[in-house]
């Protein structure tokens, strides 16, 4: 078994340019050092500095937009992403977290049919934004079945969003967060993109006591238009569903990457350990 080690950057990467932009991340957390690193756990703070980070060195961009909607090495590689949930999760779960549920969110946009909208989202990559995916509901939890967010069409062919969802990472911060419900008139599954900053979209408080922002949030009559539609019907129900499948294999690496930081936390500390000393 190959155990990350940073001073190495040991991962099978398949091309030089990744191996190049993992060790800019792996040089990011190392400067910042794990004393700052447990300040900001302890401090609740959210990973601002990580986010730019990312944009000034392109990395969401890279690995998260498609092929043909990005720059020349952007391409949606599922083993490259699994590495850097290892490398982030390595480092915390903070990061890995801001990672995971961007991918999350942006996930139902590229498997939608929204081609002005995967663009669209491309630019936001490219600016540096974070996503987020709006489906779990405090009522339902687990029983997706019974979302209750609902869109309800308007004179004019317009739709306005209203409902409530629970446990959104990056709800806070997200240029798009991916929002499941039904319409309201047929019943029919719908995905549609909200923007966090707009104001209809209340972002209530953070559900948990860290430095990941986990929001419970409210559309209030959120105005939607076709533009904002990523899919509809049977489709929407399945890319949800893919969005979490294709988004499960983060949550291995990344813990892969926590345990690994453990195990070497523990031997450092066995072998430096002093009994009242
Ligand atoms: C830290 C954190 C971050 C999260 N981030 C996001 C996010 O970014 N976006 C997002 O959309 N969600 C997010 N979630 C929500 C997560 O997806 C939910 O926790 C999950 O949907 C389960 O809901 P629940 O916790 O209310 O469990 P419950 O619904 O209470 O389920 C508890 C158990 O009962 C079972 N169960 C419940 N209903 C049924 C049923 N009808 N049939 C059979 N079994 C059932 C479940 O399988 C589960 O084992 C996050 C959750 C946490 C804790």
Redesign the pocket.
Known sequence: MLLFNPLKNNPDYADPKTRELMQKVIDFFEAKGLKKIKADWHGKVWNHDFVDFMRDNQVFATLMTPAGYGDENSCWDTWRNAIFAEIVGFYGITYW?TF??SM??LVPVFTGSNEALKHKTAQLLKDGEVF???????E???????SEMALTPQAGGTYLGNGR???????NEAAITSM?GKMADTGDYVFFATNSKHAAYDCIRN??N?P?Y??ELALHDYPVTDADIMERGPKAWDNMLNT?NVCKFNLGFGSLGLATHAFYEALDHAAGRELYG
């Not at 987020?132 to 405090?138: D, I, N, P, R």
């Open positions: 977290y995971q549920v999350l969110g987020a995916f709006g489906l779990s509901e405090k339902h939890g687990a029983d997706i079945y019974s969802k629970y446990y959104i990472g990056n709800g499941f559900t948990v860290a990941n986990v929001a979490i």
